[in-house]
């Protein structure tokens, strides 16, 4: 089955840096990439997501990059803000699937220090 | 829309009972999937109902079930449970494709004693 790894488990930054959470995969057939945010106490939310006919995508101070040859998709955050401070999960959905199962990371703390 | 919601909240059992707990999804969402979050294990996929049907199953011994009705709301339920059943078990709604977005409910937190 798929096996999803992420990396950093944790990453603090000062304000206004960039940060970047990495995950890689081992099933090619994967084909559905996303990122999950998850404050302390709070249900997952979706932030962005990739599909794997695209290489990057970017949603304000979110960006999303994949290489489907090196099977690895990474998560870029630009200025970041205090309250950007979450647990972030990547997870990745397997197109020969019939039907919804994603497999996640480990996930990567990040803290932001003002 | 109403997201995703679960109840009960919280639960405290003891070692051998057994547990039920409840998911219903965004009006229009078919596609139930239940997850196991720990500190450990982090998230992990336990199952997945479609139209009142199992489409797929994690790697979970047999006391771990579930069904699905067929106003799509969900059901998982925990037999004989054990102390490492403790955990936040989310369950998350969406439309029918492996690329539909997920939305994850509140969560349940399960505490076994």
């Known amino acids: 089955g798929e096996n999803v790894e992420q990396h950093p488990s944790t990453l603090s930054v000062q304000e206004g840096d960039s940060a970047v959470i990495k995950c890689t995969y081992s099933d090619s057939a994967s084909n559905y990439f996303p990122w999950y945010k998850q404050e302390l106490g709070k249900r997952p939310q979706l932030i962005i997501d990739i599909r794997s006919n695209v290489g990057e995508k970017k949603d304000q101070r979110i960006a999303v990059t994949l290489n489907k040859t090196a099977k690895h998709f990474s998560l870029h955050i630009t200025e970041t803000q205090p309250e950007d401070s979450a647990v972030y999960f990547c997870?990745?959905?397997?197109?020969?699937?019939?039907?919804?199962?994603?497999?996640f990371g480990g996930g990567t703390r990040l803290m932001v220090k003002p | 829309k109403a997201g995703v919601t679960q109840t009960p909240r919280y639960l405290i059992k003891t070692r051998g009972q057994q547990v039920t707990l409840s998911c219903s999804p965004i009006s229009g969402h078919r596609s139930v999937s239940w997850y196991q979050q720990t500190p450990g294990q982090g998230l992990q996929f336990l199952f997945e109902?479609?139209?009142?049907?199992?489409?797929n199953k994690g790697n979970f011994p047999g006391r771990f079930s579930g069904r699905q009705f067929s106003n799509s709301r969900s059901e998982m339920n925990v037999s004989t449970l054990e102390l490492g059943d403790s955990a936040l078990y989310l369950c998350?709604?969406?439309?029918?494709?492996?690329?539909?977005?997920?939305?994850f409910g509140p969560g349940t937190r399960l505490t076994v004693l």
């Open positions: 997870a990745a959905s397997d197109r020969n699937n019939a039907g919804n199962m994603l497999t």
């Open positions: 109902y479609f139209s009142e049907t199992q489409r």
């Open positions: 998350a709604s969406s439309l029918p494709s492996n690329t539909d977005t997920q939305y």
